[in-house]
């Protein structure tokens, strides 16, 4: 939490320029689809707390990433044929150019911070040092012991940097795109929110880290937007050893267990007869007592491998939030049409057209 305390002036940053750019929009009309916005914060938050002072890098290494995305995408929609992907055809040669761009870019930004890290240099308020920086402690602690060094390597941690980009920016945007849509929705609940935010900072004060941290009506819309949309739809999991599940369920190891999210967070069971609906005061004592008790809301995982970003999308979101709220009330556009659609994470398949207005 220290750490994510220095992250709060890039996320600021971040979130500053995307309410200019809305500013701008809305010279020229009142309808914006704040779909394509929503996903470029997220990814300029990413590029700015993973890479630092590397961030222009960070952008164009991004974008690659998303082109090979869509990419994979593309190719997963297709009936599957084996060896196709073999065939030089344009998509395949485009994939393997992308695949070779991104691994020179990111090789090179992390060997520089590795060179400098050598040197000295120490910089530990991007993701990318704190990383490195911990993998330097493992490496020295494990010297002189037998056996290999343990510690990652240059590759590997190519591999977490890329990770850094698909799990910290798509989960973040669709968070973020969710809550504007079901606020927009919900006009009661859009009010409420804004009145704890200024009542808290103000019109103009800047978000500080002490005040996110007690926004009690806002985590409680986030909390019920994870629960309605949860960006990743389901979880796979191996199970490592033999195992028993209650009294009749028999596991070996190997088998793969697939966990719903979202159907467990739709059971009406759980949740009662209103689980369709948008009524975030189901969280209003917090988590546990909204789920009796039970292991049936982890929009982020649960257990030894829960998500290690949960603090940080959801420190960026409230950020967010409270800047979009200061500057802005918002609804539907007759033009929006909601056709939310699981592509890894659950997006807008027409975008997210809303009538804004600035305050």
């Given amino acids: ?150 510690g990652m390597t240059i590759k590997e941690v190519v591999e977490e940097c890329k990770l850094f980009y698909f799990a910290g920016q798509e ?23 804004r009145e704890e935010v200024i009542q808290v900072f103000g019109k103009d004060g800047n978000p500080n880290f002490d005040g996110l941290n007690r926004l009690k009506i806002v985590t409680m819309i986030l909390n019920e937007v994870l629960r309605l949309y949860p960006p990743v739809v389901e979880l796979t999991r191996v199970i490592e050893e033999d195992m028993k599940l209650g009294e009749s369920i028999h596991l070996q190891a190997g088998t793969a267990i697939s966990l719903p999210i979202v159907l467990f967070h739709h059971d009406k069971e759980i949740w009662g007869d209103d689980v369709k609906e948008f009524k975030p005061d189901r969280f209003a004592e917090g988590i546990s007592k909204a789920t009796k008790g039970l292991a049936c809301y982890f929009p982020f995982g649960w257990g030894p491998r829960v998500c290690i970003g949960q603090n940080f999308a959801l420190l960026e979101a409230k950020m967010a939030v409270v800047m979009i709220l200061r500057r802005f009330s918002f609804e539907l556009s007759p033009t929006y049409a909601h056709a939310p659609y699981p592509i890894v994470t659950i997006q807008p398949q027409f975008g997210a057209h809303l009538i804004m207005h600035q305050i």
Wanted: overall charge neutral; charged content about 25%.
């Fill in 1 to 150: 939490m220290e750490k994510l305390k220095l992250m709060l002036p890039a996320f600021h940053v971040s979130c500053l320029e995307m309410i200019r750019s809305w500013e701008n929009a809305l010279k020229e009309s009142k309808e914006v689809d704040v779909w394509p916005y929503l996903h470029n914060l997220s990814a300029d938050v990413i590029s700015r707390t993973a890479f630092g002072s590397s961030y222009e890098e960070g952008r164009k290494i991004f974008q690659l990433l998303t082109d090979q995305a869509e990419l994979v995408i593309q190719a997963l929609s297709k009936i599957y044929i084996p060896g196709w992907r073999f065939v030089p055809t344009k998509k395949n040669l485009r994939m393997k150019n992308i695949a070779k761009e991104l691994e020179y870019l990111l090789t090179n930004v992390v060997n520089k911070r590795v060179e400098a890290l050598r040197n000295g240099e120490t910089n530990n308020d991007d993701l990318l040092s704190i990383l490195l920086e911990s993998n330097f402690k493992v490496v020295e602690e494990s010297k002189g012991k037998q056996g290999q060094l343990m």
């Fill in 171 to 193: 989960t973040t945007a669709v968070l973020l795109l969710w809550t504007m849509v079901l606020l927009a929705q919900h006009q009661e609940w859009q009010q409420r929110a």
